[in-house]
């Protein structure tokens, strides 16, 4: 499956931000989806994971309460709601897919760039 991430932008403190990945095979429905980010300097890490049929959601501490994210397998694609953001959330944004929850994420997209400024 093929993904491309989109959404990404500058934005204040406290401001918000809605990320999307469109995937390109109508076999969707079937892979787990995940959200993770890599800031400059540090390794990537995981943001957000969502189930098949988007029953079950997972997510970092660090963005627990303020991002949610959501599928639309109706539409290919997968969403990340983000608010109120830090400048400690500025990172280029990922999305993968997988076949199950519980297997590695072997699908990645090219990243979207999300910049926080203080």
């Known amino acids: 499956v093929q993904l491309q991430a989109s959404g990404g932008g500058l934005v204040q403190a406290g401001g918000s931000l809605r990320l999307s990945c469109a995937a390109s095979?109508?076999?969707?429905?079937?892979?787990?989806m995940g959200w993770f980010r890599q800031a400059p300097g540090k390794e990537r890490e995981f943001v957000a994971a969502?189930?098949?049929?988007?029953?079950?959601?997972y997510y970092a501490d660090s963005v627990k309460g303020r991002f949610t994210i959501s599928r639309d397998n109706a539409k290919n694609t997968v969403s990340l709601q983000m608010n109120s953001l830090k400048p400690e959330d500025t990172a280029v944004y990922y999305c993968?897919?997988?076949?199950?929850?519980?297997?590695?994420?072997?699908?990645w997209g090219q990243g979207t760039l999300v910049t926080v400024s203080s």
């Open positions: 993968a897919a997988r076949d199950n929850d519980y297997s590695k994420y072997d699908y």
């Open positions: 095979r109508r076999t969707f429905s079937s892979y787990a």
């Open positions: 969502i189930s098949q049929s988007g029953g079950r959601t």
